[in-house]
Structure formats: C-alpha cells, structure tokens
C-alpha cells in the first residue's frame, strides 16, 4: 500500500498543506492566505483562531487523503500569550513587529546592562522573544501575574499550535533557542534572564528535538515541529558544517552552518539547525525582515502584479538612485539597527529604473551581511531558496556581487518538503530525497553599488519614519 507523508507550513503571508508519495512527488496542495494586521507604531499582529482553524481545516484534508505522518513548520520570532482553555489573551505578535525596538528602552537598567554582557547579550537583543515579553508583562500586569501563577502560557506559534491540536505545550529545539528563554547547547531555562524580566515561576514547554513525534490524530503522526528556516535546511541538505543558505521570501535570511560548534557572537543569532536525540547541529543567522514585503509592494504597485516583470528589469548595470528596503530593520554585527524606507525617488525616470535599483540594493544587502558570516568561515556551498529565488537575474546578481557561484532549489516548498521528511522519519519511515536544484555563475560584467553606501545613506535619514511612528501603539 502507498504511504504519504504531509506537511503544514504557517507562513507569514500563507498557510500551505502538501502531500507527498514515496518518491516525494507533490501530490496534494492547497494555500490559505494568512491576515496580518499592521498599524502605525510598528505593530505586525495576527489572529490565532484564524491560523488554528486553518491548520485544522488543511489537517482533514491531509488526513482523508492518507497522510501517515504530518509534519509541522513555522515561521519563527513569534510571541503569544493564552490560558489553560487554549484561549488567547493577546494575538500573536510577530517577528516583523517592531514595537520591541521603539519600547526597548523603557525596560529597567539591569536589563538593558546585562545585554551588553557577551553571551546573555544574544538572548536580550531587541527583537527576542524574551524582550518582547518582558515589556508585554510590564504593561499588563494581569499577564504578569497569571504566568507566574501558571494560569497562563506564553511562548512561540509552534507551542500554540501543539497545545490547540494535540494538548501538548511543546515547543521544538530550534524555535526555543531563538526565545532567549532557553540555552541552545542544554536546552535547559536560562534561569537569570526569567529573574531579570520578573518571570522566575513562568511555566515553560517541553523541548522537543526534530526526531520527536508531538502526537497522533486518527494514526497518523504529528510533529515534530520546526522554524520555517530549519525545515528548508533539512529539505536542501544545508545541515552540513559550512552550508550557506540564503532564503528570499517575506525576509532576506542568510543562515550559516557550523556544524557542532556553537558560537555565541554579539550581534549573531545563534542557531540550531538540527536537533536530534543523538545530534545536534548548530548555526549563525543574520537577517532584513520585510524585504519581500517591499518586493511584493514595488510588484503590486507598478508592474500590475507580475512577477515575471521585475525579473525581466533586473539589469547587470546599476544606475541609480540608492533604496534602503529596511521597512522592519537590519540585523548586522556592529552598527545601529537601521529602518528606513526608499530615498533618491527624484532620480528614477521609469518603474524599470525602480526595480533595478531595488534588485541591486537587495543584491548589496545580501553581500553586507555575507561579508559578516565570512567572519566566522568561507562557506563551501552557498544555496538560494525561497519565493524570489524564481527570479534568475535577481539570483545572478546576488551571485555577481558576492562572486561566488550559487545553488538554487526549483522547488518552491522546501519549508514544507522538510518538515514532511523530518515528520516520516521520526516514525520511522525513511523516505529517500535529494534536493532539486541547478547552479547559477557569477557575472563579472555587473556594475555593483558598494555596500556600505547603503548603510551610510540609511543613516542620514534614520528615524525620520520612526519617530512618526513611535508616538503609537502600545501592547
């Protein structure tokens, strides 16, 4: 009897089921778009019942068509609060909200001093989960008081979702990493962090590997679950030490693998990539939340939604004038987190002049933070996957300005690919799979805008969009 193996993939932007056979062929697919409510003040919220019905919807569609193992992915840097019933208390606050940066400073002093120390810095950046809930908590003190009663939970989409579908607060090793909450080399609860935010008797979820069944519905497996990031590096083979993988989508990802060597760097996000009971694979992360939002804009807006059209206005020459997509900040060791929108519009004749720009301002942003992961090694393969990655020209002249010849997947689905091979192997199964791709060569005849002139430009204009914005919107 043939056996299938399904996967969900929570998306920022879409929901996605897929059914694969043996040999991995797609045999079943079906998208649900996700709602992402964003307001002045950096807010990027969305509903959990919305996301929770539509997993149960995609579920039955899995399960009446045979899935014997269901794997879960999702994207990462999540926060939600809920009670013992599974009801929310808050909606989920998302990676691509920003109000974590704008409040920042209005958590204590000891907090904002032990960031700076070397490697509790990493937890307490900004952006972590671990921030955004200690000034959640300091804005809601019934929230405070009911997590550390143990009346209420709090943690990633991935434990939500676990709880509502199985009963099971559970949450994988890799999206607990990136918490701040829990050590990526113990997997245990970095107890001083808890004690500085005010959250010491805070009830925490099991820390499930990548080989670990969550639970089963009608027979089939469910889980484990995983970061959208960390299922593509499973579906790519990027698990080995020394893999670069550069993911286009709603954001610029660049994660870089080191195999068994954790580093706790400033400014890195350090990773696990793989988590098994028996092995554990470590990584680096720099990222530019939002890009492919402002792709997605550019396309909407002036090339009547074809895609095709941005990538046929990709050109080898760069002319001008310079845009900084840093609509929701860029992560990069050293500098002050920047967010700013386009600038030099006065020098754009046509949309083709738009999108080649754009093209070359994500191509230069791409080498900026590949330039930092070669700080810590030269990567022996270097592969692109993700929405964008079907543009070929916006690959080649990523290609041309890092001059290193790149993979790319030709598969769109590699988030959900992986978790569906992680979810049959963790019962057992062992599909064979080998990742699809094809290689694209660098250009030596493209004109390339230095990098760091986009960082000094965002500089000069820094705030001028965030100081509008900081006058809204609270928790």
């Known amino acids: 009897m043939a056996r299938y193996y399904g996967s969900i993939d929570i998306g920022t932007t879409r929901i996605k089921a897929r059914l694969y056979d043996e040999e991995f062929n797609l045999s079943y697919s079906r998208d649900l778009e996700n709602r992402t409510y964003t307001m002045p003040g950096g807010v990027a919220e969305q509903d959990p019942l919305f996301i929770v019905d539509s997993v149960r919807s995609l579920l039955s569609d ?3 068509r045979g899935a014997a193992s269901i794997g879960v992915a999702t994207y990462r840097g999540s926060l939600i609060v809920w009670d013992g019933e599974g009801s929310p208390v808050t909606n989920i606050i998302t990676w691509m909200d920003t109000r974590s940066r704008r409040l920042y400073k209005s958590l204590p002093l000891n907090v904002r001093l032990a960031a700076r120390l070397p490697r509790i810095g990493n937890a307490l950046s900004p952006e972590s989960m671990a921030v955004r809930l200690a000034i959640l908590v300091r804005e809601r003190s019934d929230v405070a008081r009911g997590l550390n009663a143990g009346s209420l939970y709090a943690w990633n989409i991935d434990a939500y979702i676990a709880f509502k579908i199985i009963g099971r607060y559970s949450s994988d090793a890799g999206n607990a990493a990136l918490t701040g909450l829990i050590h990526p080399k113990t997997l245990k609860p970095i107890k001083p962090i808890l004690n500085l935010i005010g959250l010491r008797k805070m009830r925490l979820p099991e820390i499930l590997c990548h080989d670990e069944v969550i639970g089963y519905l009608k027979g089939a497996s469910f889980g484990p679950s995983m970061g959208d990031q960390q299922a593509s590096s499973i579906a790519l083979g990027c698990i080995d030490e020394g893999c670069l993988r550069i993911s286009l989508g709603t954001g610029l990802f660049l994660g870089y693998t080191t195999g068994e060597r954790l580093y706790l760097k400033s400014g890195y996000i350090p990773l696990i990539v793989y988590c098994s009971r028996h092995r554990r694979v470590y990584g680096l992360e720099l990222y530019v939340p939002g890009l492919g939002r402002m792709v997605e804009w550019l396309v909407n807006t002036t090339l ?19 845009i900084v997509p840093f609509i929701w900040g860029l992560r990069r060791p050293r500098i002050k987190e920047l967010s700013s929108g386009i600038i030099g519009i006065d020098g754009i004749h046509s949309a083709s002049d738009l999108v080649n720009s754009l093209a070359h301002s994500i191509a230069a942003i791409t080498t900026l933070l590949f330039k930092e992961l070669t700080r810590i090694g030269k990567p022996k393969r270097i592969i692109i996957t993700g929405g964008l990655a079907r543009m070929d020209n916006l690959v080649k002249l990523i290609a041309s300005y890092i001059e290193r010849p790149v993979q790319v997947s030709r ?13 049959a192997n963790s019962v057992g199964f062992n599909p064979s799979y080998r990742p699809d791709t094809y290689t694209i060569e660098p250009d030596p005849s493209v004109s390339r805008v230095d990098p760091e002139l986009i960082v000094d430009t965002a500089r000069l204009i820094e705030g001028l969009i965030w100081r509008s914005m900081a006058k809204r919107s609270h928790y």
Request: a negative charge.
């Open 304 to 322: 009547g939604g074809d895609y095709r059209l941005f990538n046929e206005n990709v050109k080898n020459d760069y002319r001008g004038p310079i």
């Open 62 to 64: 899995l399960l009446a």
């Open 411 to 423: 598969r769109a689905d590699d988030s959900a690919i992986g978790a569906a091979l992680a979810a």
